[in-house]
Each structure stands twice: as structure tokens, then as C-alpha cells.
């Protein structure tokens, strides 16, 4: 079993950053890659970005692509995601997923989800 933290989220405006914190507990070992989603209000779940845990291979939706970056610490079992140039369109609640069985596809954990709003 595999538990899920985030934290970070908030309100912020146009053009602002935020970072959001993934905190992995349980069985780390199993995640070999994390990643982040979002959901917007009336909106499908969509995939954001994700890294590999033992490379430094990282995956972008084309939407945050050179705004946002996803890193890691490997001893604190935890993944970030840097928030930059933030737009309203970016407003969602932002879940952290793992493990992804590939760049965009959700995995089996997820965690309780972090509010991001973006004001214009």
C-alpha cells in the first residue's frame, strides 16, 4: 500500500507561482514513476507531468510545458512540482499519482487532491 500527501496548493495571481509537495509513504519501492493531474470544475481529469524516479526522464502536458517543473528528493520520498507563469485556466484541484505505467497514464494511488486557483 502506497499513501499519497499533497501540499502547496492556494490562490495566487495571474502570472504568480506556487509549489506544490508530494509526500510518498508505504511502499516506495513500487513507484517508479510519479506524476500530477488535475481537474478542473466540469472538466476530465488530465494529466500534467510526471518523472521517473531512478532517471531523470520528465513528461509535460503541452499546456505547462517551460511553466512548470517536476523534481524530485529521493530522501524525503517526495516529488514537487513548480508552478510558474500561472493562468487562470490553470485553476483545479491538483491530485499526485503514482505509479504511472506510462508517461501519461494514471496509476493505482492517488492522493486527496490540493486546490490551485489562479485569479485574473
Known amino acids: 500500500q502506497v499513501q499519497l500527501v499533497e501540499s502547496g496548493g492556494g490562490l495566487v495571481q495571474g502570472g504568480g507561482s506556487l509549489r506544490l509537495s508530494c509526500a510518498a509513504s508505504?511502499?516506495?519501492?513500487?513507484?517508479?514513476?510519479m506524476g500530477w493531474f488535475r481537474q478542473a470544475p466540469g472538466k476530465e481529469r488530465e494529466f500534467v507531468a510526471a518523472?521517473?524516479?531512478?532517471?531523470?526522464?520528465?513528461y509535460y502536458a503541452n499546456s505547462v510545458k517551460g511553466r512548470f517543473t517536476i523534481s524530485r528528493d529521493n530522501a524525503k520520498n517526495t516529488v514537487y512540482l513548480q508552478m510558474n507563469s500561472l493562468k487562470p485556466e490553470d485553476t483545479a484541484v491538483y491530485y499526485c499519482n503514482a505509479p504511472l505505467p506510462a508517461a501519461t497514464i494514471a496509476g493505482r494511488y492517488w492522493g486527496q487532491g490540493t486546490q490551485v486557483t489562479v485569479s485574473s
Open positions: 508505504g511502499r516506495t519501492l513500487s513507484l517508479t514513476r
Open positions: 518523472m521517473d524516479w531512478n532517471s531523470s526522464n520528465t
